[in-house]
């Protein structure tokens, strides 16, 4: 019997870990949501992630564990749920409740890969992941660019005019967004894409991990002044916050909605804040876009794509005016939702719909890859379902969260059709909603009778889910 070609690369990298071994290429972007041509974005313009998609498998229900940076790169670093790592805010290390916890670029590390991150991969240092490579790059780069830019703009382009520029903080903290006059090569991501691309160039004859984190979509909204004139505006459409008769807020629980201090600091967005925003962010995916190009196109030309295993995610989504908000952490879809794609060698093209999350980022790469998978990690490998991508993937997908205002802890339980949210185990509010009839979620159905017994299996089932991701205390070293 013939065995499919990417079954029969794992029995070889399994059986001969030392010889042919792939490499590994973790692309993470920033704040990055399912705004991508190839998940059906009319007004995106990101042809180098279509262009991987369309050689591998772009998985369109993948959901991040933890809608904010820290929390969900501390969850798929190393492969465990949010309540295992205890990482709930921006400033908590990984090492508090794992001290010994395996990362995955320690995995491939101690299997002898090259390994490394470049940009922004870890949230918060981590001292024990010691790494042949870590090349971070100033953050501050585009926020710079971004205050001349509407500092430029306010004046008219007379930075030396005192009475227009003096004291406008503004100009930068309330809609961080515009376009720049600045060449690629002053910009944030396209130094990240040189420090990688200059690694694989020194790691081409030797197997390698490397993860490359990329700072843009998240704020400022800011690119070469090209990526916004791209973007068509006539093409860009709202949600129904900002159609006619709004949305309906006042059943909302507090903790479902958070101020948009990430945005619009001084007043919420009008119509046509909105449309600048959303042209802004997607102009900034394509800026990003544009530099994971550079990269694929490094791995291409050194004869390297078809023996590295690509993977490309945001760090979780963002919400794009949905419900009036402008932001990440919440418990909503356009928050949790992230971009998931693999490509790998003996992965045939696909589409697979079945339910995955980001904790199974680790164990598919190990995996993939022929290592062993430490017994401390929570996800599940997507092997099977690269294999055979009509697989239905997991039942639930889980996601937390801690309300930004009202400090209340939150869970998420997804199906393929169906999102219950609860906070503060439903003293603070409860939503469910039906995904089929309701994709932006407006109506919240956990008050109507006829679904108490959804609810209760919604209930069980993250019960069940929270006693056993908290079961284990002793991670494996």
Known sequence: MKLPAILLSWLLAAACPGADRP??????????????????????????????????????????????????????????????????DLSTSLRVALPDVVTLPQAFKNAGYLSGRVGKVFHVPDPKTK?????????NLDTVILREAKLAQESEGDLSDPVRTKGRKDATYNKPFGPSAHPDKDFTDFAIADRAISTIETWKDKPFFLAVG????????????????????????????????????????????????????????????AVDARLAYEASASWTDSQVGRILA???ELKLEDNTIVVLTGDHGYQLGEHGLWAKQTLFE?????????????????????????????????????LKTPASVQGRSLQPLLADPSGKGKQVVFSTMVSTHTKLMGHSVRTDRFRYIEW?????????????????????LAGNPNQADRLKRMQTRLAAHLAAVTAETTPSK
């Open 131 to 139: 790494l042949d490579a870590e090349l971070p790059t100033p953050l």
């Open 298 to 300: 490094k791995l291409k």
């Open 334 to 370: 356009g928050s949790c939702q992230v971009p998931l794609i693999v490509a790998a060698p003996g992965v045939k093209p696909a589409v697979c719909k079945g339910l995955v999350e980001q904790v199974d980022i680790y164990p598919t790469l190990t995996g993939l890859a022929g």
């Open 23 to 88: 490499n590994v290429l973790f692309i993470i972007v920033d704040d990055l949501t399912t705004t991508l041509g190839c998940y059906g974005d009319k007004v995106a313009r990101t042809p180098n992630m279509d262009a991987l998609a369309a050689r591998g498998v772009r998985f369109q229900q993948a959901y991040t564990q933890f809608a904010l940076c820290n929390p969900s790169r501390c969850s798929f670093l190393t492969g465990c749920y949010p309540e295992r790592t205890q990482v709930y």
């Open 424 to 444: 503060d185990e439903g003293r603070g509010g409860r939503q469910l909603y039906d995904h089929q009839t309701d994709p932006d979620e407006l109506h919240n």
């Open 214 to 273: 990329f700072i843009r979509p998240h704020t400022p909204f800011v690119a070469p002044k090209a990526f916004f004139n791209a973007i068509d505006r006539s093409k860009i459409t709202l949600p129904p916050f900002f159609q006619e008769g709004g949305e309906n807020m006042k059943l909302m629980p507090a903790a479902a909605l958070r101020p948009n201090n990430n945005l619009f600091t001084l007043k919420q967005a009008d119509k046509k804040e």
